[in-house]
């Protein structure tokens, strides 16, 4: 369906402005996509298949029992949202990067024993950078080195 076409007026002339179609369907899907794809390139122009639709959904699954620590469940619908499309990359799941640390650590598994050893080794590597732990500042001391501390109650 195209809009009606816009009028505009400038001097006491009436001027018919082009009308502009909406937007393909299928621009509008791709852009609303929960998930981004390494395959963008293909959404243009071929729909997901049947199997692809239904590893989204365990993605999004997973991510939704991962937020409310059901982590083993969660680790069972990521290792299915891998079984029917291994190329999709879980940590491209919008707020991924949101869950606990757990939830992480089962997709690792998930990607490792889903035989795909090396997905595996590139998140917990991320992982690893991400949740590194991290010096804590040093307690301030007197000009003379010690370290003041409560006087002992009496």
Excluded at 9 to 30: E, K, M, R
Excluded at 109 to 114: A, F, P
Excluded at 120 to 146: I, K, N, Q, W, Y
């Amino acid at each position: 369906q195209v809009d009606p076409e816009p009028v505009a007026t400038t001097n006491g002339h009436t001027v018919v402005l082009p009308a502009t179609p909406p937007p393909p369907v299928a621009a509008q899907a791709a852009e609303a996509s929960p998930i981004p794809s390494d395959r963008a390139a293909e959404s243009d122009t071929s729909p997901l298949s049947a199997s692809e639709r239904r590893a989204r959904a365990a993605a999004l699954r997973g991510l939704f029992l991962a937020r409310q620590r059901r982590f083993d469940a969660a680790e069972r619908a990521f290792a299915e949202a891998i079984r029917l499309d291994p190329a999709l990359d879980l940590a491209t799941i919008p707020t991924f990067w949101e869950l606990e640390r757990s939830a992480h650590e089962g997709v690792v598994r998930v990607y490792d024993e889903g035989g795909q050893g090396r997905q595996a080794s590139l998140l917990a590597a991320r992982l690893h950078e991400r949740f590194r732990p991290r010096l804590v500042p040093s307690r301030p001391s007197h000009a003379d080195g010690t370290i003041r501390t409560a006087a002992p109650s009496v």
